[in-house]
């Protein structure tokens, strides 16, 4: 089982419409969660933290479900901008520090107008 | 002021040529990293080093060689290049979670 699976897409949406994707993780031991978004050609930026409880970021929501393990991300009235590829990241420590992040291959998102 | 920087940007060269790609963070960071992106675009961690001390190796081969002078510096060389090496590879910098990633080399191996 891969460490972090994502559904690569593509997922064509009309703009304006709501969208959400999923992540899964394997390592239960996993600390921290994010969710960072990455352009053609460009380098991966960090969109959000997500947490237990759960966390709000304008028309972004993340979800953490530690239980199942898996990750979301909810986008709201989506703008053409949005697309991008969406790449779920997880953080495992062990030892004396951070093993790095650990990427999902990310979901590829198309918002159309 | 770019936060981390890497050069070149662009790097073409014939296999069995030796490499080098540099990284610069003004951030102060504690750890620095070394990742690659392949044609499928999946980003997997090769290095990352810690107050100059080698944290993480992942199973890359011993053909790509970090080299971090100082803190704020960790250089990738890359002896006898193969086609398969040919990749984005990403230097990044992070303190207590926060990640910043350089904006790529994308080296093509011909």
């Known amino acids: 089982r891969k460490e972090v699976e994502q559904d690569p897409g593509p997922f064509n949406v009309p703009e304006g419409a709501t969208v959400a994707f999923n992540c899964t993780y394997s390592?239960?031991?996993?600390?921290?969660f994010f969710w960072y978004r990455q352009d053609c050609r460009k380098e991966p930026k960090l969109l959000m933290s997500?947490?237990?409880s759960g966390n709000e970021d304008g028309r972004f929501t993340a979800q953490l479900n530690r239980a199942s393990q898996y990750i979301s991300l909810l986008i709201r009235d989506s703008k053409l901008s949005d697309s991008a590829t969406y790449l779920c990241?997880?953080?495992?420590?062990?030892?004396?520090?951070?093993?790095?992040?650990?990427f999902g291959k990310g979901t590829h998102l198309i918002i159309q107008p | 002021d770019t936060a981390v920087s890497q050069t070149p940007k662009y790097l073409v060269t014939q296999m069995g040529n030796d490499k080098s790609i540099k990284c610069e963070q003004n951030?102060?960071?504690?750890?620095m990293y070394w990742y690659k992106q392949d044609s499928k675009k999946f980003l997997k961690i090769m290095f990352s080093?810690?107050?100059?001390?080698?944290?993480i190796n992942e199973t890359v081969p011993n053909r790509f060689s970090p080299k971090s002078p100082d803190k704020a510096h960790l250089n990738l060389h890359i002896n006898s290049l193969e086609l398969g090496d040919s990749a984005v590879y990403f230097c990044?910098?992070?303190?207590?979670?926060?990640?910043?990633f350089g904006s790529g080399t994308r080296l093509t191996v011909v």
């Open positions: 990241v997880v953080v495992g420590y062990s030892g004396g520090g951070a093993d790095g992040l650990t």
């Open positions: 997500v947490y237990s």
């Open positions: 951030l102060g960071h504690d750890t």
């Open positions: 390592n239960s031991a996993s600390q921290s």
């Open positions: 080093y810690n107050n100059k001390e080698l944290i």
């Open positions: 990044a910098s992070s303190r207590g979670g926060g990640y910043t």
